[in-house]
């Protein structure tokens, strides 16, 4: 089924899997750094790989609140494993990246900027709410006034390969949220795995020059169907829901809440929920100095809104309870991230439910909002 | 519309995140027994050149080891050689400051945040209504208006802090009543050294008339005054969109991008830290928000 024809762009093709193998081997040869999901201690992680093999074949996850299982599934897939508490997010916004190291000379400083260098990364099965989550963090650290370079430096190099999410867990509602389990948009490949054949549709002219020459026959009406089918199956085993309707003035007409004391009683504020959150993007930025006093490095650090330092002041801390804590993560997630960046903060992907050790589960926190506001 | 339009202000496209640009203590101006403003001007002449700043703005100021801190802009706005910062030291980066000397350098960025709207408000009579180290953002607001006085009407400077010793500026406040400016000061707590009013700044509202209609209100100093600042301007029937807040809130980069000084949907840093009071009434009376 040999083809000599370059697919066009926004065409779906269909590829033998192991013919996968030769897209990524490709993508090495052009500098990639291939990203993927991996299995390491009994989780998931987002790790290089080399090849096909890597992956998590066969692999589904089993989440609910407060827990995360790796399970072997009856029908083997490379893609059917739903991620575990890492994101592409420690990629593009590293949790810690150095900035630059100071040298004391005389009365003053001598700086030497880090590197910005990165790899060039090839993200290989971006599901649907990850790559929202990307665009949202895009419009965060690359916003028209302002664009962090650690970010834009490592963002405007990557490669995703995206795939459609057939196989959702008990914490998934990215179907509420709009974002899924179909991908939209900004991608270069999008996947599709059906049992035999991977589907593919190219999204950049990259993407169509690693297909040079590949193997592939068009995608049939069968197989387009297939996965359609597939795709609406998964959008309606989502876990959860989250009802979306006037999302961000139900929660700001609702600050005075007593349900926020309620959920601060539960709440251990250990920031989990923020740390495995692909779009949270709070930071700060911490100095190590010599003990001689002569060289101190800054370096960009992950912080969190439910850190007790977060809004230490002089004057006191703004935020003293945890109750006030998970209200500014929450109201900001479905609330005031829209105000902000004309979205909302929250794509579905589940990772604050599952990671919680308190089991707490924002869809059903908003639901009980909601009730006691009726 | 959210905060105050901040069209003037270009945030800076770095290459380096947070890369500070240096800048050398030229002289320090004891204030209080913990407030001391330091001058600064930067080491490279051009960079010095090149900065301009509006009033109510803030820098970063950086001190190698220990970290930033955000410092609002205490000087005169039209004077190019020197940058002024009123500093009292309460927490880790402001007592590593308290520590340097005259010729000691350190890091600044800026500058960062909306200003006072002084142009907005020409033509009206001004009340600033501010206590303790809330007067120090508004200093150049002061010098501003001594410079352009004839552009506004009454102006009115009602400043309280703890005791006497705590007051900023005292030798200047004679100078700012010689530009016709009406400076009124009052203590919290009267001692042998003050024959002044007695008495926390909102009590002291009360007794001014103020022209509802032609008033810009500017307030600043601790949350609990501004507070009762506002109460008292909307009970005397000023609009909300001509009273001003400038507010504190912890803050990283100054650029909207860190998340620590956020206050509903505003970054402090970027869409204030001077607000106008509409912008900001949803919130106002949310505690810990």
Redesign the interface.
């Known amino acids: 089924m040999a083809n000599n024809r370059r697919p066009e762009i926004g065409s779906t093709i269909a590829i033998q899997k192991p013919v996968f193998n030769i897209i990524l081997r490709r993508l090495q040869e052009n500098g990639y750094q291939i990203i993927g999901p991996r299995v390491k201690n009994e989780t998931l992680v987002y790790g290089s790989i080399e090849n096909m093999d890597e992956l998590p074949y066969g692999y589904i996850t089993e989440q609910k609140a407060g827990a995360f299982r790796l399970i072997q599934a009856d029908h083997k897939h490379y893609f059917d494993a739903i991620p575990g508490a890492q994101s592409w997010k420690q990629f593009l916004f590293p949790p810690c990246?150095d900035?630059?190291t100071?040298r004391k000379n005389g009365?003053?400083?001598e700086?030497s900027?880090s590197k910005?260098d990165s790899p060039s990364y090839a993200f290989i099965g971006v599901r649907a709410c990850e790559l929202a989550a990307i665009q949202i963090q895009d419009n965060?650290?690359m916003?028209p006034?302002?664009?962090?370079?650690?970010y834009r430096e490592r963002r405007q190099r990557v490669f995703i390969v995206s795939v459609n999410c057939l196989a959702p867990a008990g914490t998934c509602f990215c179907a509420s949220m709009g974002n899924g389990p179909r991908v939209k948009d900004g991608y270069d490949l999008n996947l599709t795995e059906l049992d035999d054949v991977f589907l593919l549709t190219v999204g950049s002219e990259l993407a169509r020059s690693l297909l040079d020459g590949i193997e592939y026959e068009d995608a049939s009406a069968f197989m387009l169907t297939t996965a359609e089918r597939s795709i609406e199956r998964a959008a309606q085993q989502m876990g959860r829901t989250l009802d979306t309707n006037d999302l961000p003035e139900l929660v700001?007409k609702n600050?005075?809440s007593p349900h926020w004391k309620e959920i601060g009683e539960r709440c251990l504020s250990c920031g989990n929920c923020t740390q495995v959150c692909p779009t949270c993007?709070?930071?700060?930025?911490?100095?190590q100095?010599s003990l001689d006093?002569k060289t101190?490095s800054?370096t960009?650090v992950w912080?969190s809104?439910f850190n007790p330092g977060?809004?230490?002041?002089?004057?006191g801390n703004?935020?003293?309870?945890i109750s006030?804590r998970y209200?500014?993560w929450l109201s900001?997630k479905l609330g005031?991230w829209k105000?902000?960046y004309g979205t909302l903060g929250c794509v579905g992907c589940g990772r604050c439910i599952t990671w919680c050790p308190a089991e707490i589960d924002l869809t059903e926190e908003i639901a009980a909002l909601r009730k006691e506001t009726r | 519309m959210?905060a105050l339009q901040t069209t003037a202000i270009?945030?800076s496209?770095?290459?380096?995140?947070?890369?500070?640009n240096?800048a050398?203590i030229t002289a320090i101006t004891n204030e209080t027994s913990d407030v001391s403003t330091y001058w600064l001007k930067f080491?490279d002449p051009s960079m010095q050149a090149g900065y301009s700043f509006k009033p109510g703005q803030f820098n970063m100021i950086y001190v190698?080891?220990?970290?930033?801190s955000a410092i609002s802009i205490s000087s005169d706005s039209e004077d190019r050689d020197k940058i002024g910062h009123t500093i009292?030291f309460?927490?880790n980066v402001?007592r590593a400051i308290s520590r340097l000397k005259i010729?000691?350098?350190v890091?600044l960025r800026g500058p960062f945040g909306s200003p006072w709207p002084v142009q907005e408000m020409e033509g009206k009579d001004i009340f600033i209504a501010c206590g303790g180290i809330g007067l120090p953002p508004l200093r150049p607001v002061i010098y501003h208006i001594m410079h352009h006085r004839e552009k506004y009407g009454k102006v009115t400077l009602l400043y309280g802090a703890r005791t006497s010793g705590d007051l900023m500026y005292p030798t200047e406040y004679d100078e700012w009543r010689k530009a016709d400016i009406d400076a009124q000061i009052t203590v919290d707590r009267g001692d042998a050294n003050w024959s002044g009013r007695v008495g926390v700044v909102p009590m002291w509202f009360y007794q001014f008339r103020l022209d509802a209609r032609n008033t810009a209100v500017l307030t600043c100093g601790?949350?609990i005054m501004i507070r009762f600042v506002i109460y008292e301007a909307l009970a005397r029937r000023i609009p909300l969109e001509n009273i001003f807040v400038s507010l504190?809130?912890?803050m990283?980069?100054g650029?909207?991008?860190?998340?620590?000084c956020?206050l509903?949907?505003y970054?402090v840093c970027k869409d204030g830290p001077v607000f106008r009071f509409d912008a900001l009434q949803?919130?106002f009376n949310?505690?810990?928000?």
């Open positions: 990246v900035l630059f100071l009365n003053g400083w700086i900027n910005l965060i650290f916003r006034d302002f664009a962090d370079p650690t700001l600050l005075d993007f709070c930071w700060d930025a911490v100095d100095m006093g101190t800054r960009r912080d809104c977060y809004s230490y002041l002089a004057g703004t935020r003293p309870t006030s209200r500014q900001h005031t105000e902000q | 959210a270009s945030i496209q770095t290459n380096h995140l947070l890369e500070p240096w050398e080491v190698p080891g220990f970290g930033e009292r309460v927490g402001t010729g000691d350098i890091g601790p949350e504190e809130r912890n990283k980069c650029q909207g991008s860190c998340g620590h956020q509903g949907p970054f949803p919130y949310v505690e810990e928000f």
